[in-house]
């Protein structure tokens, strides 16, 4: 990911909490394999495990999601785990996580460049996470290590969908949340040899606010009523979003 300065964002904690709101990340993996592409990516909502935020630290965290062992990236994943002892995969993987609203930019929301020289082209606004690290694959179905990460994880991540994405907190008239015990016992333990799990550890994280911040005041400003006129959820989202990374970056700048 290029991580150009005044996008960047440095704080492990931000992004972190990032990741959080946004759980659905991309996995790509490079695996060497007679039988399946060298390159495979599938997207998997992940439960973030936070370590330390010092970004020095070894491990910074851990993400933990599970996928279909039919899945031919699953595959080559477990035939490359099945060759270590550790069930670690040799190559790094990365994650990739992206916000939910994004939008392409038009040079007609610069209101003070394009009158006074035209030099300004389209671009795109978005806000990104990407996360590199070995993975430890739970893939033998049999073992009972297995079967309690696997329980673990789908616990925890139907909770985390089901009260902060779906708001199910039985709390404030809200209904409460679906439980993984609401289904048979027989039936998830099915579903569990039908799927294996990943844990990521966290030992490298970047990741940017592309929120115009490059530009200047008054065409941040065009910016923002062009996002806000156009009556859209996520226009109102973005003109907020720009708003708030432009005065940090002014903020940034007085203080320099």
Known sequence: MYLRAVHAEPSIKVLFDFIKENPLGILTTAIPSPSYPFLQSSHIP???????????????????????RQNPQAKAIIEAASTSSTRKIQQDVMILFTGPHHHYVTPKFYTETKPATGKV??????????????ATIYYDSSSEETSQYLSQQIHDLSHLCETSIMGHTDQEGKPGPWNVSDAPDRYIDIMKK??????VSIESIGGKFKMSQEMGEKDREGIIDGFS?????????????IKERGEMKDAAKMKQ
């Open 46 to 68: 992940w439960v973030l495990d936070t370590i330390s935020d010092d970004p020095d630290a070894s491990v910074k965290g851990r993400l933990r999601g599970h996928m279909a």
């Open 121 to 134: 082209v389209p671009t795109w606004n978005y806000a990104a996470a990407q996360v590199y690290g070995k």
């Open 194 to 199: 039908n799927i294996i799990g990943i844990e």
């Open 229 to 241: 006129n156009l009556g859209s959820d996520v226009g109102n989202h973005l003109a907020g979003t």
